[in-house]
Structure formats: structure tokens, C-alpha cells
């Protein structure tokens, strides 16, 4: 494969910290979900080339960058997040050709490719976890993964108390190749994604040639899942508690967040800055703290990590504006980009979410007020697009789509559904295939139907139903990120000012802009802020004052 490389970063203009600053600093990036995203060959599952006949509708959007989740060579059992192979594509997703003509096409439109690493695992089927199988105790690559013996008499029992984010121990015993039981591996997710030992020098050495081939292949940048699992606790400890999923976000587990993976990180951040074209890592890394978040995008580490404390807060004006000032606190001492994302492929769509009673988290079962949070999700995204950084979208949520609440069992393809004790396990709903046309057996997505089934009327939200629409939230989307572009006080940045405001809203001035929500049921009157730049719904003045509708945002110019 011949190396190509990204567009060159013409960088963009930070006024308040006075400096030039790199395109991830400012930029909107869309999340590409590929099975569910289009189908290029009519099989019922997105693919590469799927993804690649709709960049065009992705630049009108307006977006910088398009990170695609896993498309690697894979047994599918955790939706391509169990890797076999990361230099090769999945035949469901097409093949390495696919991949360099979609990165070369991206750039000929002026879009950057981010693409998911998964360093925390890999999947049982991969070589080198096999032939640690096949070769029993004493393999040289079981010290690629970690292999303990079990405790008890017999070796009967789990070597610690670890239990996995899908449900049950974190451990699975092997079989010995004369058939009698062996020892344990660990996986902190599902029993066929086997985690990598990162004390190991081969694993290392390993994924500083996968980040080159990508990198030569021409991709801006990596997401890396489950950036803070990397490095376990020495020695393994017992956690001595039950229910650890309810621990996780409150406190550094010895699993999670360990200081050593930033070593890790650093050593990768010097062959990113190899490569001209500002090469970016993201990180996502659930951490206790936004503070802890910030580790990961020091100056010589990453450049980004998602900030899931923003993703998981209420529609409440208190609580949203103490994670604004928390996070943009948190990431201004390291000088790196505050994130701002509100649905991902894990979570329940904030139209969904916003839509139900707060404190249910952000996997969600009912299908709330659909109404209520469609307004609410409108007004939310106007409000991050507002703030200064870098803003995430996932597929579909530019169509305000819901989640798909009501799947039935057999549909279901989550692993973490078929587990006991685990995450809810209904990651499936925000997964189902958008719609890209009103009619059709699956609403444009493909012609030979789609992968999870589409609610009846899925195609009034289509890309087709909504284009050129007045007020429709595709539109709002398109509008939103044209103006950010254009404004020269939004993006980039590291601060906002706060104005005086009723309770229940928002009010906050950056450069030549001022942006007002209003987070109850209500209208409110407040003065006029300027003039109308955007809103989230249809607002009219009133000589000084205007009345802002109940879950609304405006923007305005000053």
C-alpha cells in the first residue's frame, strides 16, 4: 500500500491565548458507527464503502473529522472491538483497498479519518492468543496476556476477586491442550477479548508498528479504547468488594487509570509528531476526575480525551454549569482542548436521555417524552457547539433520533446483554441503522435490508425527509456548525465569561457572541442579548426583551 498523507493543518486563530493552534483544537468530529451506518453491497450491514459514498453528505454537514469504530479483521463478538487482526480489514467491511480509497476520497474533501485502535485487548482468535492455548503453561506469548493460576486446592478458583464490565469474574479458566483444566486468563470485558499484558516489551513493540501502518496508510488520527486499562496494579490485588461496576468513576481501580500508562502514551506521541499533518490521539478514558482526564493530554501525550462527565450530566442549568467551568478549569493548566460529546455507541441517545426523569444514567430502557426530548436534545447541542474546544457527534444524532427502546430480545447483539450482573446491556438501541431516505426496505440505509430492525416511521428523520426542511434539526446542525466556523469568536478556546441570568438558565458571552439557554419547562423573558444568530427553536423579540421558549437555546451576535 502506498503511504499517503493528510492535508496539511492550516491551524486556526486563538485570539485570547494569542498563538496558532492545531485543527483538533476547534474541530467538529462525527462518529462513524460503520455496520449501521450504510450498506455499500446490499447485505444488511454497513461497510467501508457504505461510509465512503456518503462522505459528500458529511462535508455539506460541515463536519472537520469522521472517526470510524473498529472495521479490523474480527470474530464480531463485542461488535469489532475483539481484534484478530489489526492490520487487516473484516470482510463484512471490505478490505484494505476499501479503507485506502475512503482515506483518500475523505481528503480529497477536505475531511480528516480518525480510526479506533483497541490496545486494552485483543480478541481470543488473534494469533498470538491461540498459540498461547495450543502451547499449555509455560508458553512464552501466555506473558503477552496475563495467565495466572487459579486459587484453591485445585486451582478451582479465580486468581483475584476482578470482575468484568460485562458481567461475572474477569477471569476465564483454559484448557490444558491434554484436556484437563488449566490456567486462568484475564479479560476485564467479554471471555473472548483476552487483555494484553503492557509489562510485556513485544506488546509495545507490537503497537508502535500497528499506530506506523495506519499512520503510513494516510489516517489523522487514533481513538483509543479503553486508554486508561492498559496498566494493571502490580501484583494483581484483590479488590475485596462486590457490585465493582458501581465503583467505577468514583475512585482509581487497580485496573483502571493507573499512572503508568501515560508512559505508554508518551512513547506513541513521538511517532505521531513524526508525521506532518498534525496526527492526533484521543483518548477515551473514564476517570474519576476531569482532573485525572487531563493526564492523558499533557503536552507530550494525547491530544484530546473524551470528557464523559459532560456526556453523563442532567439538563439542569446548576449541574451543566459546573461541568463546564470544571472542565474547561481541568484541561486549561495542560493547554489541551476541552471535548464536548453528548452520544456515543455505548450510551443511549441524548434525545432518549433527555427525554426521561434525570439520575436513570445513561443507559436507559423507556422511551420518555419523545417530544420533550427532541427540544431538549436540539437546545443541548446548540449549547455544545457553543462552547470553546472540540465537539464529538454520533451518527444520527444530527436527525435528532431517538434510541430504539423497544427491540425485542432476539434482535439483541450486545454481549453485555446476554451476561448477568453486567451493563444493561442495551447498547443495541442506539445502534440500529439511520435512515437516509423515507421509503424503502431500510429506509436508504441498504438494499438488502439492515442488521438490527428500524422502527416503522424511521424514514419522517431521514437525511431525505429533513434536507431543506425549515426547522428541522438537520438543518439546525448544518446551520450550527456553519456558523461556527464563520464566527470568529467560537471554537477554539479555553474560556467563557458567565452573565447574570434567572434561575434555570444559561448565559455566557465569548467573543462577539453571546449564547443563552434556558433549562426549564417554561418560558422565561430576559433582556436582549444582540441579535438572533441561531436558535433551537423559533424565538421573537420584544423591543429590549425577548421570551425564551422552555428548553431553548439562542445564539447571538453582539
Known amino acids: ?25 476547534d474541530a467538529v468530529i462525527y462518529q462513524v458507527y460503520p455496520r449501521s451506518f450504510a450498506d455499500g453491497n446490499g447485505d444488511g450491514m454497513g461497510d467501508l464503502a457504505g461510509v465512503r459514498g456518503r462522505l459528500p453528505y458529511l ?16 470474530p464480531q463478538a463485542d461488535a469489532g472491538y475483539d481484534v484478530a487482526d489489526y492490520r487487516a480489514i473484516d470482510p463484512m467491511f471490505g478490505s484494505l483497498l476499501d479503507a485506502d480509497a475512503l482515506i483518500r476520497d475523505a481528503h480529497d474533501l477536505g475531511l480528516r479519518i480518525i480510526v479506533d485502535l483497541v490496545p486494552n485487548h485483543s480478541s481470543d482468535q488473534h494469533e498470538w492468543f491461540k498459540r498461547a492455548l495450543a502451547e499449555g503453561p509455560g508458553s512464552a506469548l501466555r506473558d503477552r496476556y496475563h495467565f495466572r493460576p487459579g486459587k484453591g486446592a485445585t486451582g478451582e478458583l479465580p486468581p483475584n476477586d476482578w470482575e468484568s464490565i460485562f458481567g461475572g469474574p474477569a477471569w476465564t479458566r483454559t484448557v490444558n491442550p491434554d484436556g484437563t483444566p488449566g490456567e486462568w486468563y484475564l479479560h476485564l470485558f467479554a471471555p473472548e477479548q483476552p487483555d494484553f499484558n ?36 502490580e501484583g494483581l490485588p484483590d479488590l475485596g468488594t462486590h457490585d465493582q461496576l458501581k465503583l467505577l468513576g468514583n475512585d482509581v481501580m487497580p485496573f483502571f487509570d493507573q499512572d503508568g500508562v501515560h508512559e505508554i502514551y508518551r512513547s506513541w506521541r513521538t511517532i505521531l509528531d513524526e508525521y506532518p499533518g498534525d496526527r492526533i490521539a484521543v483518548a477515551e478514558a473514564w476517570t474519576p476526575t476531569v482532573e485525572r482526564t487531563a493526564n492523558y493530554v499533557r503536552p507530550d501525550e494525547m491530544h484530546q480525551a473524551f470528557n464523559f ?7 439542569d442549568a446548576a449541574a451543566l454549569r459546573e461541568v463546564i467551568d470544571t472542565s474547561l478549569d481541568a484541561m486549561r493548566p495542560v493547554g489541551a482542548p476541552t471535548t464536548w460529546v453528548l452520544s456515543n455507541h455505548d450510551v443511549t441517545r441524548h434525545a432518549t436521555r433527555f427525554a426521561n426523569p434525570a439520575g436513570l444514567g445513561t443507559q436507559i430502557r423507556t422511551p420518555g417524552d419523545r417530544e420533550l426530548g427532541l427540544r431538549r436534545a436540539r437546545a443541548a447541542s446548540l449549547l455544545m457547539l457553543a462552547l470553546p474546544g472540540s465537539a464529538y457527534v454520533y451518527q444520527g444524532e444530527e436527525l435528532g433520533l431517538p434510541d430504539v427502546t423497544d427491540l425485542p430480545d432476539e434482535a439483541r447483539q450486545d454481549p453485555s446483554f446476554f451476561r448477568a450482573d453486567g451493563q444493561d446491556g442495551f447498547r443495541d438501541g442506539c445502534r440500529v441503522p439511520i435512515p437516509w431516505t423515507r421509503e424503502g426496505s431500510s429506509y436508504g440505509f441498504g438494499a438488502g435490508g439492515s442488521w438490527l430492525p428500524q422502527p416503522t416511521g424511521w424514514g419522517e428523520l431521514s437525511v431525505e425527509a429533513q434536507t431543506g426542511a425549515a426547522g428541522s434539526t438537520l438543518e439546525l446542525y448544518r446551520a450550527a456548525i456553519t456558523a461556527r466556523r464563520a464566527h470568529p469568536g467560537l471554537g477554539a478556546g479555553a474560556d467563557v465569561r458567565w452573565l447574570d441570568a434567572p434561575a434555570g438558565l ?9 449564547c443563552t439557554v ?3 419547562g417554561a418560558p422565561v ?11 433551537s427553536a423559533p424565538v421573537e423579540t420584544d423591543g429590549d426583551t425577548v421570551e425564551l421558549p422552555a428548553d431553548t437555546t439562542v445564539w447571538w451576535t453582539v
Do not use: C
Request: aromatic share 14%; net charge negative; proline share 5%.
Open 506 to 514: 444559561l448565559a455566557f458571552a465569548r467573543p462577539g457572541f453571546v
Open 59 to 74: 462535508k455539506e454537514l460541515g463536519v472537520d473529522a469522521v472517526w470510524l469504530s473498529p472495521f479490523y479483521a474480527s
Open 525 to 535: 423573558r430576559i433582556p436582549v442579548q444582540g441579535t438572533v444568530l441561531l436558535s
Open 518 to 520: 434556558n433549562t426549564t
Open 1 to 25: 500500500m502506498t503511504q499517503h498523507l493528510a492535508a496539511p493543518s492550516t491551524g486556526t486563530s486563538d485570539e485570547a491565548a494569542g498563538h496558532r493552534t492545531g485543527w483538533w483544537q
Open 198 to 233: 503492557w509489562e510485556h516489551p513485544a506488546v509495545a513493540d507490537e503497537f508502535r508498528s500497528i499506530l506506523r501502518f495506519w499512520l503510513d496508510m494516510g489516517v489523522d488520527g487514533f481513538r483509543v479504547d479503553v486508554a486508561h486499562g492498559l496498566v494493571k496494579a
Open 309 to 315: 462527565q459532560y456526556l453523563a450530566t442532567a439538563w
